[in-house]
């Protein structure tokens, strides 16, 4: 059984961190050995081994991720992660299909473009929506999410169908992968430097790292070498942010940096306070990009945002009303007896004391 403590960093056992400081660079630096070996040896085969490394390593990212909610019982966006791997995953695998199952179709984006572009969806849902704030409020935080993810989808084939894509329009899809990992890396990186709670900066810690290294990697891959077909040396780049956030999320779930920020600090509120418009202006952005192509579904994009967070906005004020008024209650009673305390005796004596001066009357005060 394991210890019981405050600091879950005290809870570790000794052969799980063995195990993780250990174990896990060995898995990741055998498999990147393997990857190697397959790639400058398969030959005519390379192409469709190296598929299948590309889609094992983000498999084993989404493992990792549920392997961290099952150990540390961890909310903090690590479900939204493992959505995030299984539809990288799943591009890469619709990729493998067309490109070898039907390769008189060429380069087309089909659904392994859909999906690369959605899978970026969970991870913005992720850094904009607080994991404590209320039902209703992460359930309008989903629905800007989803609305984004159609959005996307649109962008998508506005350019290209599933059957055909110029060089025009597989250059703006790539342009609108920039636009989505630059926002993912640059949220996740201020809510990272804007959070207190140990265990939340840990994963936001973690998302910023592999997003900032997806992000370079996913530049490169579609502007520098974007014309090199699949089964090359290459493709090793490509497996490099899902090998390191496997690495990443084995390791120790608290942020020890968390504890050496002053709880006051400015700009972690604002961050707190700013991270709803995280997703709404992420909407607003890709709203833009379409008001040319599809200015319906641009319009849509900007009513969807103004009035989700509008709605957003208004039920967390109402909350806060809700709960203000809760603790001015409690603050006027005693938490044993239920009874009215020493302030709610001052105030009504200072209340009854001033009316009783201005209309020149009499007031008693009985003590027992």
């Not at 084993?60 to 099952?70: E, P, S, T």
Request: charged fraction near 15%; charge should be neutral.
């Amino acid at each position: 059984m394991m210890p019981v403590s405050p600091d879950r960093s005290l809870a570790i056992p000794a052969a799980d961190l063995e195990w993780r400081g250990i174990g896990i660079p060995v898995v990741i630096a055998l498999f990147l050995a393997a990857y190697a070996v397959v790639v400058f040896s398969a030959g005519p085969h390379a192409k469709a081994a190296s598929y299948l490394f590309l889609i094992a390593a983000p498999l084993m990212a989404a493992g990792m991720c549920l392997w961290r909610i099952h150990r540390w019982k961890e909310r903090q966006g690590w479900a939204e992660l493992t959505l995030a791997m299984l539809l990288w995953a799943g591009g890469m695998a619709s990729n493998m299909a067309i490109d070898l199952l039907q390769p008189r179709l060429g380069d087309v984006p089909g659904i392994s473009m859909v999906l690369y572009v959605l899978y970026g969806v969970p991870l913005i849902f992720a850094v904009a929506s607080p994991v404590e704030e209320r039902f209703s409020i992460r359930a309008i935080d989903a629905a800007l999410a989803l609305v984004l993810g159609g959005l996307f989808w649109i962008h998508i084939f506005s350019f290209a169908s599933f059957d055909y894509a110029n060089k025009e329009g597989i250059s703006a899809i790539r342009w609108l992968f920039d636009i989505e990992n630059s926002f993912v890396a640059l949220f996740a990186l201020a809510r990272w430097q804007g959070c207190l709670d140990p265990t939340q900066r840990a994963f936001f810690k973690t998302l910023t790292g592999y997003a900032t290294i997806y992000l370079l990697v996913a530049a490169f891959i579609n502007h520098w070498i974007s014309d090199i077909d699949f089964g090359t040396p290459y493709d090793l780049v490509i497996g490099v942010p899902f090998l390191w956030l496997v690495h990443a999320i084995s390791r120790h779930p608290v942020d020890p940096e968390a504890s050496l920020r002053p709880p006051s600090d400015s700009f972690a509120l604002a961050i707190r306070a700013g991270s709803p418009l995280m997703l709404p202006a992420t909407l607003l952005a890709v709203s833009t990009t379409l008001l040319f192509e599809a200015p319906a579904f641009a319009a849509l994009g900007f009513v969807v945002a103004t009035l989700g967070y509008g709605l957003r906005t208004i039920l967390v004020q109402m909350h806060g009303i809700a709960e203000q008024e809760r603790l001015g209650r409690l603050s006027h009673l005693d938490a044993l007896t239920g009874l009215p305390n020493r302030r709610q005796f001052d105030e009504t004596l200072q209340r009854d004391w001033s009316s009783a001066r201005r209309s020149a009357s009499s007031i008693a005060v009985l003590v027992m």
